[in-house]
């Protein structure tokens, strides 16, 4: 394996050409290395699946041990899977198991794999300082720190990106300079490089650490073994009580006020999901270093008062609170930059947007409205403007309502609640500024609209061209999501963009919705499409274009197919006593008749 790129005529190797014949075949553990080495093909190597990795677990310890005691075999299957798939540690440590024939032995080992792993014979210098060669790789010491920060969430646990540049911008390892909608672009560029050196691995909006190599960044961050009291982390194991060590469960009742006393440099305090916690002392303001504040998913209901000596704090999440009242926080936290409400009991108001004014260097706003007269002025105050990032539409009644793609231009969530409107409008007009910036909400990608009344279309979404998740429930009017005419009109006006309705759109979700008859009339929609799930009159005419067969039940007719070429995923609920029949690339879709029965899922 090699970790950076090697001058082959420096080392003698002929380039590989058609005129002799040869190839070159080397391992990495960076995608940098590839590309630096110009390799022509790259093969990805995953981990091995739960079957594959027991298979190669057996044949390392071999037959005899195994056999030896039925328990035995119990506790290799349990040791298998501890190594999640990594071919290193399973050679290593089956190799150190072949030998041992004591059920004791393997007891013992399992104990030790569950506790500290570190400890097992040849677990440092055999796989720990081998994946060590890929962290050394990285480029500095801020993205190494960035690494090893994520040993602090529990094993498996899904991190979202955000959230975990959040803890970097505040912990001081990238600078907290954010871009006009809110974003942290070096956060990002950091994320990439540990995925490409597969120290993490990515999803959409979230990040995991394998848990052999968050054990790597344990043992790094004791300096790799040679001070075990530097850290402490137990995160994610459950604790009932406070350990010798001192670490603690998430079922905090209330926190005494001399436990902050002698804190005065604690950065970051995260409280997140103690759902017992209710308040917290006025001593907290003895945390005069403190940037980072995460209170969400917990029974606060409102602000203490010691809160009003954090004049360094940063970010403060409230999100899923029980949190009413915002009053004084404009004073009192002069430098937020980030403050989340989504989900809690505060809605904004008028007294609301006094106060968040009064919030200088505010970025990120997550919150919720009931008053569309309120949403109108956030979208008026210039402070605000690009700052919301997650609304939340609630309990609203209007004749309309307006959305401005310039003053929500940082929208990434959108939830519509409990909504009585006749329509949606959609203006990109901004004042003073004669280039106009995108007429869309560009970051937009999640739109939840639940229990709407009055429209029978949707074409406004169309103002979403990056939308990913869209899930519609119980709408009685709605007749079709994006109306032609409608959205001819709009491409006429901004045609480069709107070529493709929901050209990365995923997952569809449609429930309980009697009247909706069709999503769109492009035969080219939604090519992106994985998931659906569906209504009683909905033709899935909706997703054809021009190469497919189409019958439908008791008739036989030459359509289009699918458009949505990626789907995987179709549930059917509540559907009517006739529906069509799809064939993709002559995989059989779906062939339902008389049947009314909720929620049948058919997956190929």
Same mark, same amino acid.
């Given at each position: ?14 380039r590989?050409?058609?005129e ?13 290395? %590839?590309r630096?080495m ?6 990805k ?5 739960t079957?594959?990795?027991w ?19 119990t506790?290799a299957?349990?040791i298998?899977?501890? %190594? ?12 150190a ?6 059920v ?5 080992a399992n104990?030790v794999l ?23 790789g ?6 190494k720190?960035?690494f090893?920060?994520c ?15 959040e803890y970097?911008?505040?912990?001081g ?12 672009n ?6 990439g490089?540990?995925?490409?050196a597969?120290?993490?691995t990515?999803?959409e ?10 054990e ?8 790799s ?15 009932? %009580? ?7 469960d ?5 926190? @005494?006020g ?7 440099s ?18 907290? %303001?003895s945390?005069?270093?403190?940037k ?15 809160l009003?000596g ?25 430098n ?5 409400l ?6 904004i108001d008028?007294?609301?947007?006094e ?11 997550t ?5 569309a ?11 605000l ?20 793609t310039?003053?929500?231009?940082g ?8 909504f009585?409107?006749?329509e ?7 004042k ?17 609209i ?26 009685p ?8 005419e ?16 929901? @050209?990365?759109l995923?997952?569809?979700?449609l ?15 939604? @090519?992106s ?7 009683p009159?909905l033709?899935?005419?909706s997703?054809?274009?021009?190469s ?18 990626q789907?995987?995923?179709?549930r ?12 993709i690339?002559?995989?059989l ?9 909720k ?6």
């Open positions: 394996m090699i970790c950076g790129a090697v001058d082959l005529n420096k080392i003698g190797v002929p590989p050409t058609q002799n014949g040869s190839k070159i075949v080397f391992t990495t553990r960076s995608k940098k290395v %590839c630096d110009e390799a022509d093909d790259e093969l190597m995953d981990c091995l699946s079957n594959e990795a298979e190669l677990f057996q044949n390392v310890v071999g037959e005899a041990p195994l056999k030896k005691d039925p328990e035995i075999l506790l299957e349990k298998s899977k501890k %190594c999640h798939g990594l071919p290193l540690a399973l050679n290593v440590i089956g190799k198991m072949s030998c041992k024939e004591d004791h032995e393997w007891r013992h104990d569950k506790s500290s792993s570190r400890e097992f014979p040849g677990m440092e210098e055999n796989i720990l300082s081998v994946l060590k060669f890929s962290y050394d990285l480029e500095d010491e801020k993205v720190s960035c090893l920060y040993s602090l969430f529990p094993e498996d646990y899904e991190i979202k990106k955000e959230e975990l540049i970097w911008i505040n912990e390892f990238i600078n907290g300079k954010r871009d006009e909608d809110g974003s942290n070096k956060g990002h560029v950091i994320i490089s540990l995925v490409r597969h120290l993490l990515e999803s909006t979230t990040v995991k650490m394998h848990d052999v190599l968050r790597m960044a344990l043992w790094i961050g004791s300096t073994g040679k001070e075990e009291e530097k850290q402490c982390v137990k995160s994610g194991v459950k604790l009932s %009580c406070i350990p010798d060590d001192i670490n603690w998430n079922d905090l009742k209330g926190i @005494p001399k436990f902050f006393q002698f804190m005065p604690l950065i970051v305090l995260d409280l997140s999901h103690n759902r017992s916690l209710r308040d917290l002392p006025e001593e907290i %303001c945390l005069t270093s403190l980072y504040l995460n209170l969400s998913y917990t029974r606060i209901s409102s602000l203490s008062v010691g009003k954090l004049r360094k704090l940063i970010s403060l999440d409230l999100e899923f609170t029980k949190l009413k009242s915002i009053d004084g926080i404009g004073a009192s936290l002069p937020l930059q980030v403050l989340k989504y989900r809690s009991r505060h809605y008028a007294r609301s947007i106060e968040l004014q009064l919030l200088k260097h505010l970025k990120i706003l919150g919720n409205v009931t008053d007269s309120i949403l109108e002025s956030i979208q008026g105050v210039e402070g403007v690009r700052c919301v990032q997650r609304l939340r539409i609630i309990n609203m009644s209007a004749k309309d309502l307006t959305l401005n310039v003053a929500l231009g929208l990434r969530e959108l939830e519509i609640i409990n009585k409107i006749s949606i409008k959609i203006d990109w007009k901004c003073g500024k004669e280039d106009l910036p995108s007429p869309y909400f560009k970051h937009l990608f999640s739109i939840v639940q229990d709407l009344e009055g429209p029978k279309e949707l074409t406004w979404l169309l103002f979403a061209p990056n939308l990913k998740h869209l899930e519609v429930l119980r709408s009017s709605l007749e079709e999501i994006i109306n032609k409608k959205g001819m009109s709009i491409s006429n006006v901004h045609p480069p963009d709107m070529t493709v309705p929901f @050209p990365k995923e997952s569809l979700t429930r309980g919705l009697p009247e909706l008859e069709r999503i769109c009339s492009s035969p080219q929609a939604l @090519p499409l994985k998931d659906i799930t569906h209504c009159k033709s899935l005419e997703f054809q274009d021009t497919s067969k189409k019958t439908t039940v008791g008739e036989q007719s030459s359509s289009s197919v699918s458009a949505a070429v789907l995987r995923q179709l059917v609920s509540w559907w009517s006593s006739k529906i069509t029949i799809i064939i690339e002559k995989k879709l779906c062939n339902l008749l008389n049947n009314n029965e929620g049948d899922t058919f997956e190929w």
